[in-house]
């Protein structure tokens, strides 16, 4: 993704499409179902396309935009183009047999916000960890899966990494419970290298480090681990990801996501200020 724009991700694109569709069809007066059965489809089908969560057929656009009194060559010219951005390939897709369909949604809304807020209580979180490190976390919730499997799933989440490299980079805040520090996933030089990268990482200009010391506050200990991301097209509401052992919940309610972004302000005043967290990743690294 080296040198995209923020927000170029597919599943925003296909996101905000849905969010024109439906703005179309309301202000045309047209119902769901007459719109679905405009383009031979259900009304469920139409509720899919507009919230982004199906891909889209040119032919079918073309139809509903005709059905919603859309007829100016610049206009249709508009939507049609967003349309081919949202239908093309993502990068995922060549690991579809190692990134499950509910991740693969949230590579797409990663790979698109300008800013991504998170707390993590058990590990480093998948956009700082290095490859060994990365594996041993995988390997540790997937111990009967294969080699091969394992090494997709990393190849994965390094190349997610290459979000750090975007021009113009989103905006990180990244908040890491000391005891994701302390605990030695794959032993303890594992653990070293990943500290020192901590450590480089922590000078990124883009990103902001943060430790939630051991004994922090109580809201750190109720929480769990929780993703803020917002994005910077208009029709795209801030989003709460919260990932679960098989899959993961997706919150837009504006008050629900109101409360995630407040605790997440909590935590990071709660959490030690980037400078005291280098000193710690320092101390930690000394006491081996």
């Known amino acids: 993704m080296s040198g995209q724009q923020a927000g170029s991700g597919t599943t925003a694109r296909r996101m905000v499409l849905g969010s024109r569709l439906r703005r179309l069809r309301e202000a045309s007066g047209v119902t769901r179902e007459q719109a679905g059965y405009s383009i031979r489809a259900s009304e469920s089908k139409i509720s899919r396309m507009e919230l982004g969560r199906v891909g889209f057929k040119a032919r079918d656009v073309a139809d509903l935009l005709t059905l919603y009194g859309v007829h100016e060559d610049d206009s249709r010219a508009a939507v049609l183009g967003l349309l081919q951005e949202a239908n093309a390939p993502a990068w995922w897709q060549s690991y579809g047999d190692a990134v499950p369909g ?3 949604a949230y590579l797409g809304l990663e790979e698109a916000a300008c800013t991504i807020g998170s ?6 979180p998948g956009l700082l960890q290095t490859e060994e490190y990365a594996r041993a976390v995988i390997r540790l919730g997937n111990p009967a899966t294969p080699a091969a499997e ?3 799933r990393v190849a994965v989440r390094l190349r997610r990494q290459r979000l750090l490299e975007t021009r113009p980079a989103a905006e990180l805040l990244i908040i890491v419970d000391e005891a994701a520090l302390r605990r030695p996933c ?3 030089e594992v653990m070293r290298r990943q500290l020192h990268r901590l450590v480089e990482l922590a000078a990124h200009p883009h990103l ?6 051991l004994g922090g506050g109580g809201l750190a ?3 769990g681990s929780f993703t803020v991301l917002s994005f910077p097209e208009r029709d795209l509401p801030d ?3 919260l990932e679960q052992f098989t899959g993961a919940l997706y919150l837009d309610r504006p008050a629900e996501v109101a409360e995630y972004a407040a605790a997440l302000e909590r935590l990071r005043a709660e959490s030690l200020t980037p400078e005291r967290t280098a000193a710690l990743l320092h101390t930690i690294l000394q006491e081996d």
């Open 186 to 188: 794959g032993g303890p």
């Open 150 to 152: 394992i090494d997709r």
């Open 208 to 213: 902001t480090l943060q430790v939630m010391p």
């Open 239 to 241: 989003l709460v990801y």
């Open 119 to 124: 707390y993590e209580l058990q590990f480093v």
């Open 221 to 223: 200990a109720e929480s």
């Open 102 to 104: 509910w991740f693969q």
